[in-house]
């Protein structure tokens, strides 16, 4: 099975993201009830494994996180383009991360090694036209904070409108 784990955006934030979708043109917008946070992707996992993840994930201590959105980013991959609206969680993100990275790594899950650039994606779109006019539709200015209080566990299935995300497993962050 496919897994990542994920930031849980509250509802303000999903709120003011579905907003900025809507000002956004041709493409296909990221349906409300998948926008997430990447905090690390696992890639693809046998079943087994999940008592083990979850174990690890389980005694994970962290602070809740006040998240801004700041600027859009437009990703290239090899299909299409990726919208994003850039995030920041400050000193609590980053360590939030850094902890997943080393309670998986614990447990003998090697992660590949990138940089992270915490987003939450908005549009895809194959018309470089487009994405760049849908980052003109995301405000330069830090918008937020948003307290983000818990972080998930997701499977996720691949099909042609979109992938399909199961939440897993919620793991809480303590009080910002």
Not at 28 to 45: I, P, Q
Not at 85 to 109: N, P
Not at 136 to 160: E, K, N, R, T
């Amino acid at each position: 099975m496919r897994l990542f784990l994920a930031l849980s955006l509250p509802e303000e934030a999903l709120d003011l993201l579905s907003d900025l979708q809507d000002g956004m043109p041709e493409g296909r917008a990221v349906d409300l009830d998948t926008l997430h946070l990447t905090l690390a992707f696992l890639g693809e996992t046998p079943a087994e494994a999940l008592p083990e993840i979850d174990a690890a994930l389980r005694s994970i201590r962290a602070p809740a996180i006040a998240l801004h959105f700041h600027g859009g980013a437009v990703f290239e991959g090899r299909l299409n383009r990726v919208v994003a609206v850039q995030a920041e969680g400050g000193a609590a993100l980053t360590d939030l991360h850094d902890r997943i990275r080393s309670r998986l790594h614990g447990i003998g899950m090697a992660l590949p090694r990138r940089r992270f650039r915490p987003h939450v994606t908005l549009l895809r779109t194959r018309d470089k036209r487009a994405a760049t006019l849908g980052l003109a539709a995301i405000p330069p200015g830090a918008l937020g904070p948003f307290a983000c209080d818990s972080f998930g566990l997701f499977s996720s299935v691949l099909h042609p409108d979109g992938a399909r995300h199961e939440e897993r497993a919620r793991y809480p962050l303590t009080g910002i």
